[in-house]
């Protein structure tokens, strides 16, 4: 196995579909085996003296030879559904496999599932030893140690990578119907990860190739004793019937009204085909005689088809294997926002009527692609390179995670609370100081006194400023949380979609618990868009309250009296001082300053209006510079925050919103 390209395989009852992928890249391309499409019939032949043929080749060399040649050869088909009961079947499906890929090498077709990543489709509702069975014959095959996958998965990663509908859709809720060749399969996805699947594993299109063989019988008498006569049998049933099935099915849905004929090679025809007698048909049923001996064969132990019971209505049957799994995983219609038809037996119009009835959907909401046969295999080989390269680029997002927030955050927050910083400070600097620390310093200047005193007034002035100050602090507030949880989301949501990655709307509502019949299994990831407010949330109340507290607290008198006042009082001391000294001696001078009675005069000419307006600057400057370190603190906190809830995010996005 070698990582540089993958090889998946929708390894159908009917048809196989092999698409080959590079591991690093999302281009898968399906392998066409000569017949101008994707795909390869699910057919071998066994032939004496000769290697086998698988496929178109096989049906073809068979349906050309003669009776006598038929003596020699074996053909096989629709072997899939019955690996597990029966041995022949498995042995059919490894050397089917393996035949592939010698025939592929013969037409020069490069097919190296030695040297590829090899993933298998499985049904979901495939039981392990299904799973077990099929892994083995796989390697047998020599296709190494295989990964499998649920086919829904494929149908879905197809559909959303070309666009079919959109990933918030297929978050939504999306149901997957594939009606194959032997199988009948649903799934409900909501997300790659959240998976209910259920189906039929007796359900097919094989039981409706019945139906027409017996058509054809019915209608042909003696068909049956020539077809046996040739060795034919499983060869008209499986086949010729099938292909006189697809050709009616096609008929209907172009008009429901006409009536064809189909002849069956050399055995008959069946005619006067209309959609009543269909109909009919389909809601009486009984497996033929042959069709019956060969589940027997198989080892298949089915009440239903085997227990000879009254007759099968098979539009119901596909009905109840609708309703009934949505009743039982307690899916609400409601949640479906979209029907995938992927598989053959979907294209029978009763198909989309019985969907579209019993979900209560618009046909709009049905869709089946350009290529439904395709799909599967197509999505399953893109389901690992997509998850490598999302996986890669994760890795990524959290290895810069750190660096983005401290580069990109952490300026982006240190700009907001800076501004709100300013904001604060010229609040109170122009309501505290200029407004009423002002006049009492003008006032000091007419009236001289105490420096003692002029400190207990702008101390008293200060504090009765207090409720005023809460009311800045928190009005500020506002600055701060506006812009902040925008910008920090928008820094966000760029750096991620720098990465090619994207967080869509879907993902910002995730956190949004999703109710299924009443139990909350939404995911838990967080809400991105949340958890920033949250922080920022966080962040502004701490803020305010930290600034609060050091304004408030008493720290905001004592910034003021220690600061501009300090710088006020010095001048007015060293005046005083002066002057005392001359009268009373240097040491008493000291003691007497800062309580003595100054005269206007000499307060005058210690406070300058240039002192003031200096007093006011440095007032300023040293309340910025107390509340940026109080927020300094809360910021390394917010970040850690924003980290963390980043972490969560890069873990909790999904491959499919990245489609
Ligand atoms: N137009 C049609 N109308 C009805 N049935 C059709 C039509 N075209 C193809 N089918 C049937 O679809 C079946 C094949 O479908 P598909 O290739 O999806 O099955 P598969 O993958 O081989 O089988 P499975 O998934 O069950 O193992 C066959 O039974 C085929 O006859
Ligand atoms: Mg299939």
Known sequence: MSDSSILAIDFGTTNSYFCKCPADQISPVGVDFGSGRDGIPTAILYRQNKKPLVGNPALHEYGESSNEERKDYRLCTQFKPDITTSEDAAKNAEDFLRTVVEQSQRQHIVLEPARSEVIIGVPSEAEKSFRAKLTEIAEAAGYGRVKLLDEPKGALLSHLWHKDFSPDE??????????????????????????????????????????????????????MKKIEKAGDTYYVHSYLCREVKEFFSLTMVRDRSESVNKSVGQYGSVRDMSWTTFIQKARAYNPSRVFAGYLQGVGLESDRLLGKNDPIDLIEWFRTSLTQG???KNIDTGDISRVILAGGSSQWPFV????????????????RSDRPYAVISEGLAIFSPLQKKFEKTRSRLRTELPEFCRAKVRSLVHRTTDAYVVDVATDI????????IRPVLLEYKTTGGSLAELKKSVSSKAKSFEPELKKIVESRMETLSMGLSEQVRDVLTRWIESHGLSIGDAQINQGRRISIGGDAIGSELPDLYGGIMDAVGWFVVGTATSIGAILCGGAGTAILISGPIGLIGGAVLALVIAYLTVRQGKEKAAKLAENWDAPAWVIKRALTNSKIHKARQVFRSQLEERLRQETLILQ?????????????????????TQL
């Open 429 to 436: 600097i122009l309501e505290l100081f200029d407004k009423r």
């Open 636 to 656: 390394d906190e917010f970040e850690a925050r924003i980290r963390k809830i980043t972490e969560l995010q890069i873990e909790g996005l999904s491959e499919i």
């Open 352 to 367: 989309s009527d019985v969907i579209s009835e019993s979900l209560g959907l618009d046909a709009s909401k049905l869709m």
């Open 326 to 328: 949505l009743a039982d």
């Open 170 to 223: 297929a978050l939504r809720g999306v149901l997957i119907v594939d009606f194959g060749g032997g199988t009948c399969d649903f799934a409900f996805l909501r997300s790659l990860e959240e998976c209910l699947s259920w189906g039929d594993m007796e359900l097919g299109g094989r039981l409706f190739d019945d139906l027409f063989f017996q058509w054809l019988l019915e209608q042909n008498a003696g068909a």
